[in-house]
Every structure is written in C-alpha cells, then in structure tokens.
C-alpha cells in the first residue's frame, strides 16, 4: 500500500472507526495493539506503538544513556568506601566492651525503667 493510496471508512454514531484490514496489514496491527491518532495541520496520521517504538529506538544514538553498567558499579564502589569509611572511624573512635545486657540495662535505666 503507497502513502497515496485512500481507504474509506465510516464513523458510526458512537465515534468509533474500523481500521480496513488492508490499512492494520500495513501498519502491522493486530487485534489488542495500540495505536495512535496524530493530527497535524487538519490531518491525521495513525502510527502503531511498534513504529512509534522503532522511531524512538533509531533517533537514539546511544551516546546519551551514557555506560549505565559503569555508573553502576562506580555508585556501588561508592557505597563500599562509605561503609568501610564508617567502620573505621568506628574503630578509631574505639570498641564498646559493655555486653548487650550492660547496654540494655543502661538504656531502660535512662528512661526510669530500670528494675
């Protein structure tokens, strides 16, 4: 089918328009997929979601999604040093010898509740 060729079709009382089957051919639509009506300047182009998504897949030249992997992994090594890093500032700072009843106890005693 040429860009020139015209296919008629009606609109029935509801507003609802039945693709000819020469047009959904076309188009590669089938039952369930979705389309889209873009009116232009008084006319109207109906565009399929695969060719929307073809369109939008070769107008992408890659270059601006940047290497996601790499960034990935660069976040990930980031989070690494900032537990590492806080660890050691723990170490530094020295260790806690009091056991978890010690603590316990100490904590339920700042609060009034201490038996």
């Known amino acids: 089918m040429t860009e020139t060729a015209g296919i008629d079709t009606k609109v029935s009382?509801?507003?609802?328009?039945?693709?000819?089957a020469a047009?959904?051919?076309?188009?590669?639509v089938q039952s369930g997929d979705r389309v889209r009506f873009?009116?232009?300047?008084?006319?109207?182009?109906?565009?399929?979601?695969?060719?929307?998504?073809?369109?939008?897949?070769?107008?992408?030249?890659g270059s601006q999604a940047g290497d996601s992997v790499g960034?990935?992994?660069?976040?990930?090594d980031a989070d690494r040093r900032?537990?590492?890093?806080?660890?050691?500032?723990l170490d530094v700072a020295g260790h806690d010898t009091r056991s978890e009843g010690d603590i316990e106890g100490g904590i339920l005693a700042g609060l009034g509740l201490a038996r």
């Open 71 to 76: 960034a990935v992994r660069e976040a990930r």
């Open 23 to 28: 047009v959904r051919e076309a188009l590669g």
């Open 13 to 20: 009382a509801e507003g609802r328009v039945v693709i000819p």
């Open 38 to 61: 873009i009116v232009d300047d008084g006319h109207v182009r109906l565009v399929s979601a695969q060719s929307l998504l073809s369109a939008v897949w070769a107008n992408n030249p």
């Open 82 to 89: 900032r537990v590492t890093d806080r660890w050691d500032r």
